[in-house]
């Protein structure tokens, strides 16, 4: 039976719950959903909403999903959770065996953590470690791109844009580390060299100090939703090898097929010394993340000690069971024609949008779908008119976006892109 929501419901919402970046006061009316199915959403008032978000990237197989339904269940009647601190169990072993087959060989450890942002954090505690370890403790600063997004805690925040990095007042107490320009080159254009210069320069005057270097490859998500070239990725990854600094990378958004190849460094044809997944992890489940490692990280950290890291949920049974489930959906490979469906359709049905004087450029790369307009939108009034449309699109700043489930159909497709060009060409 779905839930019922009353008024005072959400009245109560409004006065006693946070959302994502909200105030208390004035906050917009938070819609109300009691069950989601396939790619849509259901709303209490009946209404049913076609999800262009995956719920921030992660429900790439849809919700309310028969073999994801079923391995939750089925892991509950064995154990819902136990500590992983001396004991260990067959869904987090599975788990690491599907990883590690999935991603660059050379990464060979799996550390499950519990969100993005702390995937982020253990990442940097791993340089940071490696470097202690290894005898040259000087190396404990980072260097990233700007328009970076890596997280809301501590650490993660200071890896992300000082500017559109959302934490502008946290400045102060944060850590100061060293960014460079974020990569011009666009994702086809034909690379230029000294688009990576300053970042190569910070290397080359700071690589005494620097742990890693930290960004996402090819797609920089929740600051920009840039795409650029796997060129600069290829770059980066040698000027790190020569300079001797690690390569964090930060496939929280991109991973799981989401750029068209199963982990967008695939498109540079490079590996990270560390490697960063979350949000498609669970299907969109559960809340779980991993920080993936190089034998030659993990050695060198292990030859002086532990790891200083260890959550209270690391490695929860469920969130594993239902995770293996999500990754034998992606085995089958099916998501590979999905992908590369949903890219076409996208390019079709956005390209209309370049012709609308208030939009500034149109991108797509595998199931991401951008109109960056020239002025940021106004979230109060085209939030509804989404709504109006059928369609559940979140817009932040001067970027409308969607990256649907990969098993969103054509005409579902075709009414997300339909609304964007309706709801944009009103502005
Ligand atoms: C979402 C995101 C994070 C943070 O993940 P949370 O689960 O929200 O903590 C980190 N890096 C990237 C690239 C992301 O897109």
Known sequence: MKPLISSDDLRFDAEHIWHPYTSMRNHYPQLPVVSAD??????ADGRELIDGMSSWWSTIHGYNHAHLNAALVQQTANMSHVMFGGLTHKPAIELARRLLRMVPDNLQQVFFADSGSVAVEVAIKMAIQYWHAAGRPGKHRLLTIRNGYHGDTFGAMATCDPVNGMHEMFTDVLPQHLFAPAPECGYESAWDESDIIQLKELLERHHE??????MEPVVQGAGGMRFYSPHYVRRARELCDQYDVLLILDEIA???GRTGTLFACEQAGIAPDILCLGKALTGGYMTMAATLCSQQVSDVISEQGVFMHGPTFMANPLACAVANASLQILETGEWHEQVQRIELELQAGLSACREL??????RVM????VVELKQPVDMASIQPQFVEQGVWVRPFGKLVYVMPPYIISSAQLKTLTTAIFEVVSSL
């Open 38 to 43: 396939g790619v849509m959403l259901n709303l």
């Open 357 to 362: 004087l208030v939009v500034e450029d149109v």
């Open 254 to 256: 991109t991973g799981f």
């Open 209 to 214: 100090e620097i742990a890693a270097l930290i």
């Open 366 to 369: 595998g199931a991401i779908g």
